[in-house]
């Protein structure tokens, strides 16, 4: 709670979840919290969106690529 109202303080409406290099079920495990975050984060009017890079399209984890993965686990995070 302590981070969001610095967030709100600092007038920030749009956070950025600028990194992140996994393996296999990992990526998992992170849509699941990014897509937790962005609704956390959505009912306090700041939204939540990953930063990709070539990694996220190139990397695959049971055949899919890891960018598909998080748009699928996390719809309510957004793409920058």
């Known amino acids: 709670a302590g981070q969001i109202a610095f967030l709100h303080g600092v007038g920030v409406r749009h956070a950025v979840y600028p ?3 996994g393996e296999g079920q990992e990526w998992v495990t992170l849509a699941e919290q990014l897509e937790g975050l962005a609704q956390r984060l959505a009912t306090e009017g700041i939204a939540l969106s990953y930063h990709n890079h070539d990694h996220e399209l190139s990397e695959t984890v049971g055949g899919q690529p890891v960018l598909d993965l ?3 686990r996390a719809p309510s ?3 920058e």
Request: charged fraction near 20%; glycine fraction near 12%.
């Open 19 to 21: 990194w992140f290099k």
């Open 77 to 79: 995070l957004g793409l």
């Open 70 to 72: 998080l748009l699928e």
